[in-house]
């Protein structure tokens, strides 16, 4: 039975111990605040392990993962307390406040024989992990030649109203604390160390007219790799509908997942002549259906949920640790995601 | 209005917390049109207070400080609460997850408490809770929910945070009071409504589906109009002799949900509604409470057997206390306040 220690028990600890109620073989033995009321109220919920506002009487319990779900200031820091007093950690997104902290927690890590990993929860959600396995069985026909990833947001009063909100002390304020999902995918494929990356990025009017000008919520960045593969991110807090979507192109095929629907779909082969504008629609009809039919079957067996993601990623962390296995995001794809994300805000800002 | 009769002068500090809120700047704008003078108006953020600023306005007289903090801060409330003799306590959480409504309506007051524990010239805790503690569980149909009934013990189950959190606020202000003695009135206002809030119509039916579904019927609507029920948290605040006392702030001629939507609909706008008989509806809520739980949540509790009876089975409120004890009754008439909502919906705000 693994032990699961919670520290930071705002929203997000919510979601997570939400999920980790879950999953077998586990049991939560401490949950932990600095604010000792927030701490208390979460336990009672859950009625299960103690509460404390003090971490090292966590530590006391000797649990084998600590979820971190703090605000991201404090995940170095915190990340690095949990590791050496002898338990892996699963960090909320953003991992750190830059690569160099990732870096270093991640040797940490490794020194210890410990284990860590970041909350991008959505990387592991059934389309996501659709998208993975056609990859992997090489329906790209090759290495990926360009991706694009997309990512539409509606701002929350929550830090809109707060002058003192944590989001605004981040290196890349608003955008940093939900960057991480559509970069982290990005670094999933394009599977190199250090990319060249060209950012710009502006002021919706939407932010101008709330009298918000020193926080940048429209970016756009050209990602590259020498002569090899190419991505475009895409950050936008005005494009409507609200899209979340990724692309990648092949040197035989091309797919593109869409998070908010959880669809995968085949970019479909050309014909000739005016059977270009027949069939092609009439197949991707029949893909959309498909998709359709999967998300019912799949919500049928129980299996389609909107957390569905954060489940399975807790779960094969977990499994990792357990059985001494390898963790479900390797470390090189949480440094080349932070490394990109540190290259975006020391351009934009 | 008679100074004597009140627990503070006209020149006494008074704080408002929430004060950019809804509720909030129509307290500040009674508070000022009753006479004090010395207001301290706590609000996130400076930014967006155009209707805070536009009701203190006529008031060129008053000293009213705008204070800008988070109450998350013990520091900052600690500097907002310096010297105040009354404090109206209108911040709150009142978002979806337990945490965050938690987080802005129970840790939020208790700073607020130990902030005046060591104030010696305190004389109020005036706490804004809402109707919605209530269990009516014990209740029949159609009978009495008064300050006497019951708190619901089950609040969880019911899968509403904000509910929870202002259960656990007021918990926290009695607690504070037989530990410390610290002199608290608590406020129950029913639904709110006036100009600046567009949707309220969560007791006559639901629009999950993308259509309305009127569940109400024949069930009395717990109106309060924005003025009214301003006036009555004020009085709350004020009044000698009332420490310790719970008031339901609800207003005379409260419509049935189905007259109120009739209205609704005749004034804003016509649109789809069917109804749900409470049987149907209740039968509704047992299968999607049951699916909720076979599939681990699949589907969030949000509708469940208790919900539906706390929302629908049909209870009827009082203002008696109020008007007993504070001398309350409402300004503003039911033609003529839903007149100027209905207006506000139509038209917004020119
Ligand atoms: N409206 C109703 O129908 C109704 C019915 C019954 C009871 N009530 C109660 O009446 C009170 C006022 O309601 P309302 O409708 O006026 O709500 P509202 O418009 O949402 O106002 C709540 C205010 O609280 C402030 N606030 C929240 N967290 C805060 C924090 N950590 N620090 C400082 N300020 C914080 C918000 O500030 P921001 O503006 O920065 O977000 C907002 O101005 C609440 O206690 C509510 O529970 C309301």
């Not at chain 1, 319990?61 to 703090?70: N, R, V």
């Not at chain 1, 002898?86 to 410990?114: C, H, M, R, W, Y």
């Not at chain 1, 991008?120 to 329906?139: E, M, T």
């Not at chain 1, 990833?149 to 940093?176: A, M, Q």
Request: charged letters at 25%; proline letters at 4%; a positive charge.
């Amino acid at each position: 039975m693994l032990k699961i220690g919670i520290i930071g028990c705002g929203r997000v600890a919510d979601q997570h111990v939400t999920e980790i109620l879950k999953i077998r073989n586990c049991e939560i033995v401490g949950v932990c605040d600095k604010e000792i009321l927030m701490a208390k109220q979460l336990q009672e919920r859950i009625n299960v392990g103690r509460y404390f506002s003090d971490v090292d009487k966590l530590f006391e319990l000797k649990p084998d993962i600590i979820h971190i779900t703090t605000p991201p200031q404090s995940h170095f820091e915190l990340g690095k307390r949990c590791l050496e007093s002898g338990s892996s950690i699963l960090v909320e997104k953003p991992f750190t406040l830059n690569v160099s902290e990732a870096k270093q927690l991640i040797e940490i890590a490794e020194k210890l024989d410990l284990k860590v990993t970041v909350g991008h929860n959505i990387q592991f959600s059934n389309a996501a992990n659709r998208l993975r396995n056609i990859i992997k069985s090489g329906y790209l026909g090759g290495t990926p030649v360009h991706i694009e990833s997309l990512w539409c947001h509606e701002h929350s009063n929550d830090y809109i109203n707060d002058k003192n909100h944590w989001i605004r002390f981040l290196p890349g304020k608003i955008v940093h604390d939900l960057i991480s999902h559509g970069v982290a995918i990005i670094a999933e494929f394009m599977n190199c160390d250090n990319p060249k990356v060209v950012a710009h990025g502006h002021v919706s009017p939407i932010l101008r007219n709330m009298n918000e000008e020193s926080m940048v919520d429209e970016i756009r960045v050209h990602i590259y790799d020498n002569d090899n593969v190419t991505a475009h991110y895409i950050f936008s807090s005005q494009i409507r509908p609200i899209i979340k979507q990724f692309r990648i192109f092949g040197p035989k095929k091309s797919l593109i997942m869409d998070h908010e629907h959880q669809t995968v779909i085949e970019f479909t082969s050309n014909y000739k002549y005016y059977l270009n504008h027949f069939i092609p629609p009439l197949i991707d009809a029949k893909q959309h259906l498909g998709n359709f039919i999967n998300n019912i079957v799949k919500f049928m067996k129980r299996e389609h949920y909107y957390e569905a993601g954060r489940k399975y990623l807790i779960e094969c962390f977990y499994r990792s640790v357990a059985d001494n296995t390898p963790v479900p995001i390797p470390y090189k794809q949480i440094v080349l995601t932070h490394k990109i994300i540190d290259d975006i805000f020391n351009q934009i800002y | 209005m008679e100074e004597s009769n009140f627990i503070s002068s006209y020149n006494d500090p008074i704080l408002i917390t929430g004060s950019n809120g809804f509720i909030g700047h129509k307290v500040v704008e009674t508070l000022l049109s009753y006479g004090f003078k010395n207001l301290r108006c706590f609000v996130r953020s400076s930014k967006n207070i155009s209707s805070l600023k536009q009701v203190i306005a006529p008031f060129d007289k008053a000293r009213v400080e705008i204070f800008e903090g988070n109450l998350l801060s013990a520091e900052d409330c600690k500097k907002a609460t310096k010297h105040v003799r009354v404090l109206f306590h209108l911040a709150a959480g009142t978002e979806k997850s337990f945490a965050g409504c938690y987080m802005n309506s129970v840790v939020t007051t208790k700073n607020l408490l130990e902030s005046i524990l060591r104030n010696k010239t305190f004389k109020r805790f005036v706490n804004v809770s809402s109707i919605t503690v209530y269990s009516n569980k014990n209740l029949n149909r159609n009978k009495l929910l008064d300050e006497e009934c019951e708190i619901d013990s089950n609040i969880i189950g019911r899968g509403e945070a904000y509910s929870w959190g202002k259960i656990m606020q007021d918990q926290m202000v009695i607690d504070y009071n037989k530990k410390f003695n610290i002199p608290y009135v608590i406020v129950r206002p029913g639904v709110v409504y006036g100009p600046g809030k567009k949707r309220i119509l969560g007791l006559v039916g639901i629009d999950t589906f993308g259509f309305f579904i009127h569940i109400g019927g024949s069930n009395i609507f717990p109106l309060t109009y924005i003025e009214n029920c301003a006036e009555a948290i004020v009085l709350a605040g004020i009044k000698k002799g009332i420490e310790g006392e719970v008031f339901n702030i609800v207003d005379d001629e409260l419509p049935t949900c189905r007259s109120f939507l009739k209205m609704y609909k005749k004034s804003v706008g016509n649109f789809f509604s069917i109804y749900m008989p409470y049987c149907f509806f209740y039968f509704f809520c047992y299968l999607w409470e049951k699916y909720s739980k076979w599939s681990n949540g699949q589907i969030p509790p949000v509708f469940n057997r208790h919900v539906c009876a706390i929302g629908y089975k049909g209870t009827r409120y009082t203002n008696q206390k109020l008007k007993n004890l504070l001398d309350w009754k409402p300004k503003v008439s039911f033609n003529q306040a839903s007149k100027k909502y209905f207006d506000y919906v139509k038209n917004g705000d020119n």
